[in-house]
T-cell receptor, first 116, second 114 residues
Framework: GQQLNQSPQSMFIQEGEDVSMNCTSS?????WLWYKQDPGEGPVLLIA?????ELTSNGRLTAQFGITRKDSFLNISASIPSDVGIYFC????????????????FGTGTRLTIIP | DVKVTQSSRYLVKRTGEKVFLECVQD?????MFWYRQDPGLGLRLIYF???????EKGDIPEGYSVSREKKERFSLILESASTNQTSMYLC?????????????FGPGTRLTVT
């Protein structure tokens, strides 16, 4: 099955630094989602994007839906210790009311570590 | 508050054993999913279900089966556990009525097969 290429695989940064990660696909998606997984927990949704070119913010997080619909980007500004975790992108090719096709394809993940 | 629970956080089984992983959601969601998570590979879909008694294979169904007898419960079955099935297993649920396509995840079960 298809997987999304997510990079970088891991990041080691200092507190206060900005973070950028991206996700690319060989297929077009109609929705991009970004999840965060805290250690020992399941992933939790951070941001959802529904339109090519869309730029959406959630606090210090900003995500963009690529114009080609084959990529997405996530930026975290001024990182803090609680940003530590694994970030996953996910794409969905379903269209509204196209019931039965709401599967997500997940990226390989970016592990963020903050160096004291 | 939405809730997806998984029967065990940690499980240790022997090769050849039959293993049941249980997932329950309290959101009246139609869709339920089983993923496995491995370092560097992200989340890979094993099986999913759109309704009671309905199931469809995901990307890596070999060695697994599922059961959905009630809307709120989705079980993953390893018929004969093998060491290469040592992994983190995540259950999720969603609703087709939710246009965000968000899936809600349980905390995961870390399975070790020895």
């Amino acid at each position: 099955g298809q997987q999304l290429n997510q990079s970088p695989q891991s990041m080691f940064i200092q507190e206060g630094e900005d973070v950028s990660m991206n996700c690319t696909s060989s297929s077009i998606f109609n929705t991009w989602l970004w999840y965060k997984q805290d250690p020992g927990e399941g992933p939790v949704l951070l941001i959802a994007l529904y339109k090519a070119g869309e730029l959406t913010s959630n606090g210090r997080l900003t995500a963009q839906f690529g114009i080609t619909r084959k990529d997405s980007f996530l930026n975290i500004s001024a990182s803090i210790p609680s940003d530590v975790g694994i970030y996953f992108c996910a794409g969905c090719s379903a269209r509204l009311l196209n019931f039965g096709n709401e599967k997500l394809t997940f990226g390989t993940g970016t592990r963020l570590t903050i160096i004291p | 508050d939405v809730k997806v629970t998984q029967s065990s956080r940690y499980l240790v089984k022997r090769t050849g054993e039959k293993v049941f992983l249980e997932c329950v959601q309290d959101m009246d969601h139609e869709n339920m999913f089983w993923y496995r998570q491995d370092p560097g590979l992200g989340l890979r879909l094993i099986y999913f279900s759109y309704d009671v008694k309905m199931k469809e294979k995901g990307d890596i169904p070999e060695g697994y089966s599922v059961s959905r007898e009630k809307k709120e419960r989705f079980s993953l079955i390893l018929e004969s556990a093998s060491t290469n099935q040592t992994s983190m297993y995540l259950c999720a649920s969603s609703s087709p009525r939710d246009s965000s396509y968000e899936q809600y995840f349980g905390p995961g079960t870390r399975l070790t097969v020895t």
